[in-house]
């Protein structure tokens, strides 16, 4: 491995930034013929909604119910819209009470009474956050609508069945995440918690866990930051700048793997844009604080090992249409809880253990050992 792995935030992704601050910037006032052709981009900034809408399922209504109650953030944040809210919040309560067996439809018969029991929970919750709407109480209603959405992803989950694609062969003989898994960090400065999606990168989070099982990254500093922009970690000490099998005593790669929308399987081992699909979208975007993804070194895609980071760049300032990193990286889950910590942590920091908590079922082991030619 080259020794650009090191330096590969400081020119390539900072300069990019640059780049994209410049579009932000020239975006406000008018919109070139070439930055229209950028990327559509991904207006939603909670990754916590990312991860229910990146869910393989198809079921249009409880989408409905989901959308309906994103959208009340939304118009908190634009003046508080108490009309608008209200209307959300009257399409949420006429879908769980007129049309909970298209709810239903979706999940599995031996799932169903669980599901309808959150459905009733979802109707509960309803009618507890219309008095805080009622009384303009915008720090109730933030609270009481987050207690509904993680209601509603818990139905979701119960949609999701089996695994939707088959890994090329050529990746079997790394870890793959069948599914999602939740993971603890435990840093100097505090807990966070992210939550992986192996639904949309299963290489690249199987890798990951197997990592955490191993305790590779227990007592690792983080060695890049950059405010405002990116947290790198995962470069273990001495000369390697990735994992080292021990089994082979090779250094192991993961692809560049990309899930655009529409796509049934991800794209391995090539950008989008070098695949002249620079306009597609992808369904894990970074548009969320604390995108977690896969760092390469510059100019091999299918380089990466061990470091991550996690993207900081505010996502306000990076609006649909102007997004420059969305398929060239592998994103592989986002930040759920911790921002508070994140936000504090600087070079030099260190995390002192990570745990999977939650999906260590769904980790697939390679079917023969790792190596890289």
Known sequence: MTKLWKRWLQPSLIVTLLVVCFLVTSAIGWTSPSNAALPAGNAITDGKALLRYSLPIDNPTVRELQASLEDIAAQLRANRRWGAISGDLKKANKIVKDRSAKLLATVPEERKAQATALIDQIQAGIETLQPAVEAKEKNQIWEDRAKLLRLVGKLEDLMAVGFPFEVPAEYSNL???????????????????????????????????DL???GFYNGLEFTRSEDSYVLQVGDPPGKEEGFIDPDTGKYR???????????????????LEDAGRYRDGVVLPFSAYGTLAMARPEGDPNGASSQFFFFLFEPELTPAGRNLLDGRYSVFGYLTEGKEILEQLKAGDMIKSAKVVAGLENLVEPKVASSKE
């Open 175 to 209: 870890p793959q995440l069948k599914g999602r898994a939740t993971v603890e960090i435990a840093t100097n400065k505090g807990d966070i918690t992210v939550v992986l999606d192996g639904y949309s990168a299963p290489v690249t989070s199987g890798n990951f866990v």
């Open 212 to 214: 955490v099982q191993r």
């Open 253 to 271: 790669a993961v692809p560049l793997e990309v899930l655009a929308e529409n796509d049934k399987v991800p794209t391995y081992g090539i950008t």
